[in-house]
């Protein structure tokens, strides 16, 4: 019965790995083909490695400074959040008022609530105050619509960290925040590196919210600048191949150089 078992399971993730791994793979060979080639045959193999359609989406997406502004906008909107929702958490799981489960409480709800269900009103009061076209307001979004979710998993690692560590560290004389940083924050590690990836993976390859934000060519993310190639009647699908290619590179080479520390991250908070 165990080795039917495990036998149904290896299947199982075999099967996973194929459905995962195919439309990478489709991506990647459409990436070599003209775009006749891929729309009368996109599952056939190019006839040879050509670089052309990579120098055109270069060139066309305005690589460099498209991924400086995704790469802004991630770092700044990423730190925001785990220093604010590790903060606010804290201070939740300390303080033991019942204002601070109703706030808890309410967070935990909004979760649920779908983007585009406060879309249109962001978009009318932002633009109201004419606060569009902005990275730096695009962050401030970022840090609000990550904090419920950041709040929730540092919750609860927080309160299994023994409050007679911090008591200890109030008597040699630190003061709230420094024990926050110096006896807390530390311990935090684990579960920051989960929301770490959560957040860059969300932010980096998010298109919707950007492009409600961000009006102005010189101001697109990576996302964005593959609308370059969406013309009025076609679409330029092989150098559109080439751009979402290198749109996804960055992260994933990030990924492989560092996916020790972030299984290990992911294993420990899990464990927590």
């Known amino acids: 019965m165990k080795k039917k078992y495990g036998i149904g399971k290896y299947i199982l ?12 793979y489709l991506m990647v060979i459409n990436s070599f083909k003209t775009t006749q080639q891929f729309v009368d045959s996109p599952f056939s193999l190019p006839n040879g490695i050509d670089f052309k359609n990579y120098v055109d989406a270069f060139k066309k997406m305005n690589f460099m400074g498209a991924f400086t502004n995704s790469l802004i ?6 730190i925001l959040i785990i220093f604010s929702s590790s903060m606010a958490a804290y201070f939740l799981v300390r303080h033991k008022w019942k204002i601070n489960k109703i706030i808890f409480a309410i967070l935990v709800a909004s979760m649920i609530v779908p983007f585009q269900a406060v879309m249109i009103p962001l978009v009318s009061i932002y633009g109201n105050l004419d606060l569009m076209n902005s990275k730096w307001v695009l962050m401030f979004m970022y840090m609000g619509f990550g904090q419920a979710f950041a709040i929730f998993i540092f919750h609860g690692f927080i309160k299994n960290i023994p409050l007679e560590m911090e008591e200890a560290a109030l008597i040699d004389g630190c003061n709230k925040m420094q024990s926050f940083f110096r006896i807390v924050f530390p311990l935090l590690k684990p579960v920051i590196i989960t929301v770490l990836i959560l957040d860059v993976l969300w932010i980096w390859n998010d298109y919707l919210l950007p492009s409600l934000v961000l009006l102005s060519p010189a101001e697109r993310t990576l996302p964005l600048s593959t609308y370059n190639f969406f013309n009025s009647y076609s679409v330029d699908f092989a150098p559109l191949m080439a751009g979402i290619v290198l749109t996804i590179l960055p992260v994933l080479i990030v990924y492989l150089f560092c996916q020790k520390h972030i299984v290990k991250g992911v294993v420990q908070g899990a464990i927590k």
């Open 13 to 24: 993730t075999v099967v996973l790995l194929i459905l995962f791994i195919v439309p990478f």
């Open 73 to 78: 906008i991630m770092v700044v909107s990423v």
